[in-house]
């Protein structure tokens, strides 16, 4: 069965600091992966993908991510976070069976 | 419509009780999720449709859940004799096609609550 692993479960930055988010996956196939945001009273909307090639991804609002597969990892990066990226984050794994998996969630604070 | 929408978005019913959730997914998406969300917890899958078919079943957390599809387009999802224990959000998100594993589009949500 396949599981994703976010190892932090509420971070607190002051703005400018920088930010990574864990996320690991088990799952033996080919993945594809994302980080979902969730703003205070908003949708779940995505932050950005992998599918194939560089694994070094970039998604809205100066959000990366990279996927290493030796460590089937794919962790969330911004080098210089803001008080407006306040927000729940999720990290998930899609299978090409369809299956759907998400992580717990980790809440960014961020300190104006 | 532009997006996913549920309803209701927020339930309060008696224990005991049957409720019916509704999503209608984007025009066009074949492929329809519907995931559980406790209070200050991840989203738990329970199940998703590929037209109106429904290949994993698995997320489900007892056979008082039962999920429909009709027509590609709307779900519903029926809890019956409802437990305090059902009580959080349950999200709807569609996407174009579930066996190419892509981006998924949230709906709002409807928060239910069992009292």
């Known amino acids: 069965a396949q599981s994703v692993s976010q190892h932090n479960h509420h971070v607190i930055l002051s703005e400018a600091a920088s930010l990574e988010l864990g996320c690991n996956y088990s799952y033996g196939g080919t993945v594809n992966l994302f980080w979902y945001v969730q703003y205070p009273g908003q949708h779940l909307q995505l932050l950005l993908k992998?599918?194939?090639?560089?694994?070094l991804v970039k998604g809205i609002k100066g959000f990366e991510a990279e996927f290493i597969k030796s460590k089937f990892s794919f962790n969330l990066r911004k080098p210089s976070v803001q008080w407006s990226d306040t927000a729940e984050y999720f990290c998930a794994v899609n299978t090409n069976a369809g299956k759907s998996t998400f992580g717990d969630g980790t809440t960014l604070t961020v300190k104006p | 419509g532009a997006g996913v929408s549920q309803s209701p978005s927020n339930k309060v019913t008696e224990k005991g009780k049957d409720v019916e959730l509704r999503c209608d997914p984007i025009s066009g998406h074949t492929a329809l999720y519907w995931y559980r969300q406790r209070l200050g917890q991840g989203l738990e899958f329970l199940i998703y449709f590929q037209g109106n078919s429904a290949p994993d079943k698995s997320g489900l957390p007892s056979d008082r859940f039962s999920a429909e599809r009709t027509g590609e387009s709307v779900s519903t999802l029926t809890i019956q004799r409802t437990q305090q224990e059902d009580s959080a959000v349950y999200l709807c998100a569609s996407s174009l096609k579930a066996a190419e594993g892509g981006e998924q589009f949230f709906g709002p949500g409807t928060r239910l609550t069992v009292l």
């Open positions: 992998y599918f194939s090639g560089d694994p």
